[in-house]
């Protein structure tokens, strides 16, 4: 048996759609926050009251239009058709997922009936199995894709203090839980108004009212970025020789200067100075002319493998460290199952000439006594590996990118945004280096200290605060985000062995 739509089948389909372009009005670069809350509210909306295959089908056009819009960039590295590919997944995903949302609007208020049930027990489901959809797709295929998660559309909130407590899937469960708790404030009338809507009220009050977890600062650490503006694009044009160059190029007005450490981003040198001499010379001058530890980033062959490597060099000892990326990007660093997926499209199988392996390094540098934790472009989505650097004593963070790819699209300014929530949730400073930009110094209250505009060859020079104290988001995210989900499963299962036990088809 199921319950009455609140919407016909003919109308949530173009509503579904509305719901995932409005979701995506809330990320960077429009970043209208507040919209956030009116996408999932669409979104649960339409499910209502539907049979499954129907949920499926106005989830799936919800998460087709959200995914479009969001990730339009990837379009412009490789075309169109990896990117459709990626946002049919993520659909399916959504999907599946509003197939058990569906269910729990279902099967819940008929287990547990009342104002309580309606209000508190059905929300806290329908916002644990949004975070279960969420975990599964950052983690699955082939270590999945974080992008998109709701709550990586508040790093300018006034909620934006949960991600300390809480972590990302945290935060995004508090806001699917308002989302679904005023929509059944306003479907729900077995209770006066005005008690109907206290809940949402003070559920916002809390959220919006929670301070920030402290992180004081036990010193600073002076640190120069470099944005060499060379021409790192995949298909760019250029010459051996001409990244690094234009990186020293970049860095050569900073020599002299004090400071503490210089970084590079990844895409930054043509060649690796573990077998170049002419690299490993320049990284040398790095180091010598600024009198400091240099973090550069080259292709490194080793032991038989290829890695997308941070590399920490000093003059006098050369690589004394390294780190390789966790997460290269399938189908774009790699191909897994290459036999598999080369006979479908076999040009843009072949266009991804080099497989990266994914690092087994640990993610910090010892730079003079403070411990750095480091990441790679896409690590940054990966809730894992910063947690790790953190929780092995990183005091703040370089997360290294190359956006030269994505042009001015939202892609750079997005990853800029979940810089700044990483900060917020880890309590440390990050300094956000890419070869073209958004090149960003980041407090670990993830505000902007500093910033290089785009596709500009420039530097910048920031006294970061160094931070020893873990956030509950930081010890306790990975148990916080297990926990959501089995809780929403719990409530699922249980409301339909009531029903069972009822009698209740």
């Not at 997922?97 to 049930?117: D, E, H, K, Q």
Request: charged share 15%; glycine share 10%.
């Amino acid at each position: 048996m199921k319950g009455s739509a609140a919407l016909p089948l003919w109308a949530a389909i173009p509503v579904a759609g509305a719901a995932g372009i409005i979701l995506d009005a809330a990320f960077p670069d429009r970043g209208w926050w507040p919209l956030a809350f009116v996408g999932i509210g669409l979104n649960l909306t339409v499910l209502i009251g539907r049979r499954l295959g129907a949920a499926f089908l106005v989830s799936f056009v919800a998460g087709c239009a959200f995914y479009l819009v969001q990730i339009e960039w990837a379009s412009l590295f490789l075309g169109p058709l990896p990117m459709v590919a990626l946002v049919v997944l993520q659909a399916l995903f959504f999907g599946v997922g509003g197939m058990a949302i569906t269910l729990a609007y279902r099967w819940v208020p008929r287990a547990c009936s009342g104002i309580a049930g309606r209000l508190v027990v059905l929300p806290v489901a329908v916002a644990g199995l949004w975070v279960s959809r969420e975990a599964v797709a950052s983690t699955w295929p082939y270590g999945g894709f974080s992008w998109g998660r709701v709550a990586m559309s508040q790093s300018d909130s006034p909620i934006a203090s949960l991600f300390g407590w809480l972590g990302v899937s945290g935060a995004g469960f508090a806001m699917v839980l308002l989302a679904a708790t005023a929509v059944e404030a306003l479907r729900y009338r077995g209770a006066p108004p005005l008690h109907r809507a206290a809940v949402p009220i003070a559920l916002a009050t809390v959220m919006v009212g929670l301070p920030s977890w402290p992180t004081p600062a036990t010193g600073t650490l002076r640190v120069a970025a470099v944005q060499g503006n060379g021409p790192a694009g995949y298909f760019d044009s250029r010459e051996p020789g001409d990244l690094l160059a234009a990186q020293l190029d970049a860095t050569r007005p900073l020599f002299g200067g004090r400071v503490d450490v210089v970084v590079w981003p990844e895409g930054s040198t043509d060649r690796s100075p573990l077998t170049d001499p002419y690299t490993a010379a320049v990284f040398d001058e790095v180091s010598r002319r600024m009198g400091a530890p240099f973090v550069g980033w080259a292709i490194t062959d080793r032991g038989g493998r290829t890695y997308n490597t941070e590399i920490l060099w000093t003059d006098e000892d050369g690589a004394v460290d390294y780190y390789d990326k966790k997460h290269p990007v399938p189908f774009g660093e790699y191909v897994p199952d290459r036999a598999f997926w080369r006979p479908f499209a076999p040009d843009l199988i072949d266009l991804v000439q080099r497989d990266y392996t994914p690092g087994t390094t640990d993610p910090i540098f010892n730079v003079e006594g403070v411990l750095i934790g480091v990441n790679i472009c896409f690590d940054v989505v990966d809730d894992r590996v910063l947690r790790e650097s953190v929780l092995e004593g990183a005091t703040a963070i370089f997360s290294s990118s190359n956006n030269a790819d994505f042009g001015k699209s939202d892609q750079s300014a997005q990853q800029l945004a979940i810089a700044r929530i990483r900060a917020m949730e880890l309590g440390r400073s990050v300094v956000n280096v890419s070869t073209v930009g958004l090149t960003a110094a980041i407090g670990p209250d993830g505000g902007v200290l500093r910033q290089l505009p785009w596709f500009t060859s420039a530097s910048l020079v920031e006294d970061v605060p160094l931070v020893q104290t873990v956030t509950p988001a930081a010890l306790l995210g990975g148990q916080i985000e297990l926990g959501l989900c089995g809780i929403a499963l719990a409530l699922l299962a249980g409301s339909t062995f009531s029903r069972s036990q009822k009698g209740e088809n």
